[in-house]
């Protein structure tokens, strides 16, 4: 036998003749307290991700490929990457070829190893879809997927991310209740910007991933 199989054994053997305790878990004490009214979870969400630097705006379905071509104009953005697969990807870029934009559209089609130096020293700005908002909290849950991977929203100093008003939750709880099953072995819980204190205590953005976060909520979705 090995070490390996005694430890099992020595486990199981431990739990011969007891009786299980009955889990006294009550989802109210984590769902009850954060709970919104529609119009309350936008405005919270809105809140609190502004408080810590993150730039909200409320638009609609056909209005939002307007919005962010106007908000990356103004920070003279020129490269914008994207998923061009995903309903978004294709809507920004139909609208692109539609208005004859400059903006030059990326894809996150090949191995990062072949284009690594490009993404982190080329890509200014990167756009995504989100899974869900957490009202409580002001956070955004993002699925990382073959088409959006997660160094989309990791890397680019701009992630732009899309949110629709109807998937978002009061709190996590409730968020984890349509989360996709089995779970997915990746999720992002984004709260804003990255940022660090662990120096000399001094708040510092963009440590660890984009130092400017702009979210879309898309209010008739």
Not at 36 to 51: D, N
Request: aromatic share 6%.
């Amino acid at each position: 036998m090995s070490a390996r199989d005694r430890i099992l054994a020595s486990l199981r053997s431990s739990l011969e003749g007891t009786t299980p305790i009955p889990d006294p878990f009550d989802a109210s004490l984590v769902d009850q307290p954060w709970r919104y009214s529609a119009a309350e979870r936008i405005t919270r969400l809105q809140k609190i991700m502004t408080a810590v630097h993150s730039e909200v705006h409320l638009t609609s379905a056909l209005a939002w490929p307007q919005l962010l071509s106007q908000l990356l104009a103004e920070r003279q953005i020129t490269r914008l990457l994207l998923a061009p697969n995903t309903e978004h990807g294709q809507a920004f870029s139909t609208h692109c070829q539609t208005e004859s934009h400059s903006l030059q559209l990326l894809a996150y089609d090949r191995p990062v190893e072949e284009w690594k130096r490009e993404l982190f020293d080329d890509v200014p700005a990167s756009l995504t879809g989100t899974l869900a908002g957490i009202a409580a909290t002001g956070t955004l849950v993002v699925q990382p997927s073959p088409d959006e991977p997660r160094l989309m929203s990791l890397v680019p100093p701009l992630h732009i991310a899309l949110l629709k008003a109807s998937q978002i939750y009061d709190n996590l709880y409730q968020a984890q209740q349509d989360w996709p099953r089995p779970m997915p072995s990746n999720l992002l819980l984004i709260s804003g910007p990255s940022k660090t204190a662990d120096i000399e205590q001094v708040l510092a953005y963009g440590a660890h991933g984009p130092k400017d976060l702009i979210v879309l909520v898309l209010e008739d979705a």
